[in-house]
């Protein structure tokens, strides 16, 4: 079974405090991306990696960051949580262009 | 710039029943993918169905179906014989260079 894990289901940090948010993939996919849920605005991009060590910017970078040492690992960063990046994220993956994209089981973030 | 349009927000079903989910999309690219993910509460976003652009036939899997009208840009989705398994978000994507999401339509099957 291909999968894409996350590191945590529920996580709950304090306006200020500087967020891990880490996802693995066993599938050898090139791309790998990063994803915020919220009702009535769907899926929105973060940041995306095409390869190792490399980083393009999404529709909403603000607040964020991202690192990709390893061809299986991206993990997105949130340098000072504040209260509106409560949200789910959802890291995805896929073999390249025009391919489905696999999702983890996303990340519901509570920033208090 | 491609853009994914889900406009029914909430959708409802008696089990058993048909039900049709609707997308439309913009774009200028020529050769580009459609998808169907579903997103059980609390579960893990699955690709339901998928449609390459250059093929005419609609695309069918089991109890899932679309209908692919490329020069009006629509990509509905139906599902028949509604389960309550079905209960779910729906999201419609497209991708070329990029994917792109829909909003997403909540489906909810009525025992």
């Known amino acids: 079974d291909v999968k894409v894990t996350q590191s945590s289901r529920y996580l709950v940090k304090r306006t200020g405090e500087k967020v891990f948010l880490e996802c693995v993939q066993d599938m050898d996919h090139e791309n790998m991306f990063w994803y915020r849920q919220d009702p009535g605005l769907g899926l929105r991009l973060i940041y995306f990696s095409y390869d190792v060590k490399m980083k393009e910017k999404g529709d909403i970078p603000e607040g964020y960051s991202v690192s990709r040492e390893k061809k299986e690992r991206f993990s997105l960063i949130l340098e000072s949580a504040s209260t509106n990046q409560t949200s789910m994220y959802l890291c995805a993956s896929d073999s390249g262009s025009y391919n489905e994209q696999f999702f983890g089981p996303g990340t519901r973030l509570t920033v208090l | 710039a491609q853009t994914v349009t889900q406009s029914q927000p909430e959708m409802s079903v008696q089990e058993a029943e048909t039900v049709t989910l609707s997308c439309t999309y913009d774009t200028s690219e020529s050769n580009y993918y459609l998808f169907w993910y579903k997103q059980p509460p609390s579960r893990q976003m699955i690709l339901v169905i998928r449609?390459?652009?250059?093929?005419?036939q609609n695309a069918t899997e089991n109890r899932f179906s679309v209908n692919f009208q490329k020069a009006a840009k629509s990509f509905s989705l139906k599902i028949s014989d509604s389960q309550l398994g079905d209960t779910a978000m729906y999201f419609c994507a497209y991708t070329g260079n990029q994917f792109y999401f829909g909003t997403g339509t909540s489906l909810t099957v009525i025992p």
């Open positions: 449609q390459e652009a250059y093929k005419q």
